[in-house]
């Protein structure tokens, strides 16, 4: 079943924040997130296991909700270089049926 | 490090035809993943291979695609016949986890295969 993100679409100004939300129906084991530069592959940012833990990664961290089934990706003081489509990617409670969400796309403007 | 390696990077073929499309993962990477992206959309798994045996291809149409993974290295993903809606990129991923139940498998994208479908 694959996630939900919202938003759809973002456009910010450098070096304003944003927040991506992914949300699934069932009980997670983990969820990853990966940045697609138009015309390119899908590039790992991280993973946060269940257990609610926040992962950072310069100016990108994300946390989990592990009861929500929820995770949320931040970004803070966005450059020109954030500028991509973000998808999350679920795994089921044992770590198994990876399905990628269907992308949130975020442009920064000079 | 090498990267996975997709060929070829374009292909242009008519509905009906047959097409092939092959993937090289990071040398040791025991997980090897493919998927369909359609314009506009996140990529959907195909098929997930654990060394050269398959772990899920639940959402592989398997009356028109199918895929190996000869000796747990290189994979071929083959569409016969084609249609119309299989325009998409074809993506491949490896991992380096070996055992695919372990919620670790970090996942290496090659470039795709952007297939178009006339």
């Known amino acids: 079943q694959q996630p939900v993100q919202s938003p759809q679409a973002v456009i910010l100004r450098e070096g304003e924040d944003a927040v991506i939300n992914c949300s699934s129906s069932?009980?997670?084991?983990?969820v990853h997130w990966y940045r697609q530069k138009h015309g390119e592959a899908p590039v790992f940012l991280m993973i946060?296991?269940?257990?609610?833990e926040q992962k950072g990664h310069e100016k990108i961290s994300a946390s989990f909700n592990e009861k929500k089934q929820q995770s949320s990706l931040y970004l803070t003081a966005s450059q020109l270089s954030y500028s991509g489509t973000y998808f999350c990617?679920?795994?089921?409670?044992?770590?198994?049926?990876?399905?990628f969400g269907p992308g949130t796309r975020l442009s920064v403007l000079p | 490090e090498a990267g996975v390696a997709q060929s070829p990077r374009y292909k242009i073929i008519e509905k009906r035809q047959s097409v092939a499309f092959w993937c090289n993962p990071i040398?040791?990477?025991?997980?090897l993943y493919w998927y369909q992206q359609i314009l506009g959309q996140g990529p959907k798994l195909l098929i997930q291979?654990?060394?050269?045996?398959?772990?899920?291809d639940s959402q592989l149409p398997k009356d028109r695609f199918s895929a190996e993974r000869l000796k747990g290295v290189d994979s071929t993903l083959k569409i016969q016949p084609a249609k119309l809606e299989d325009s998409a990129v074809y993506l491949c991923?490896?991992?380096?986890?070996?055992?695919?139940?372990?919620?670790?498998?970090?996942?290496?994208f090659g470039a795709g295969t952007r297939l178009s479908v006339l």
């Open positions: 946060l296991l269940k257990g609610g």
């Open positions: 990617g679920t795994e089921g409670h044992y770590g198994q049926n990876f399905v």
């Open positions: 069932k009980a997670l084991y983990s």
């Open positions: 040398s040791g990477h025991a997980t």
């Open positions: 991923a490896s991992s380096p986890n070996g055992d695919p139940f372990l919620a670790k498998n970090i996942q290496y």
């Open positions: 291979f654990q060394n050269n045996g398959v772990v899920d």
